[in-house]
Nanobody, 113 residues
Framework: QVQLVESGGGLVQPGGSRRLSCAAS?????MGWYRQAPGKQRELVAT???????NYADSVKGRFTISRDNAKNTVYLQMNSLKPEDTAVYYC??????????WGQGTQVTVSS
C-alpha cells in the first residue's frame, strides 16, 4: 500500500511563499493537491498528469505551481502570493477519477499577518 506524507506547511504572512512536498512510498500516477479549511469540505487545488501537465483551481491559478519528481515519487506545490483564504490543511492524493490512496496526515498552512 502506498503511503503519503505531506510536509512543508507552516505559518506565513500574506504575500509570502511556501513549498509543500508530498512523498509517496510507491510510484505515483496523476496526482493532486487538496486542501480543507475549517468548516469546509476538502477541495481540489491542483492536479498534475503523469507527464507533468498541471491544472489549477481558479482561486490559485497564477499563484501556485504543481510539479513532480517521478524518480523520487514526490509531488510539490509551490505557493506564492499567499492569502489568508489559503489557510487550510493541505493533502496530496491521486487525481480525481483515480482510485484514491489512504489519506496522509496533511500539512497545515496558516496565512496570517
Amino acid at each position: 500500500q502506498v503511503q503519503l506524507v505531506e510536509s512543508g506547511g507552516g505559518l506565513v504572512q500574506p504575500g509570502g511563499s511556501r513549498r509543500l512536498s508530498c512523498a509517496a512510498s510507491g510510484s505515483i500516477t496523476a496526482m493532486g493537491w487538496y486542501r480543507q479549511a475549517p468548516g469546509k469540505q476538502r477541495e481540489l487545488v491542483a492536479t498534475i498528469t503523469s507527464g507533468g501537465r498541471g491544472n489549477y483551481a481558479d482561486s490559485v491559478k497564477g499563484r501556485f505551481t504543481i510539479s513532480r519528481d517521478n524518480a523520487k515519487n514526490t509531488v510539490y506545490l509551490q505557493m506564492n502570493s499567499l492569502k489568508p483564504e489559503d489557510t487550510a490543511v493541505y493533502y496530496c492524493n491521486r487525481a480525481p477519477g483515480i482510485h484514491s490512496l489512504t489519506w496522509g496526515q496533511g500539512t497545515q498552512v496558516t496565512v496570517s499577518s
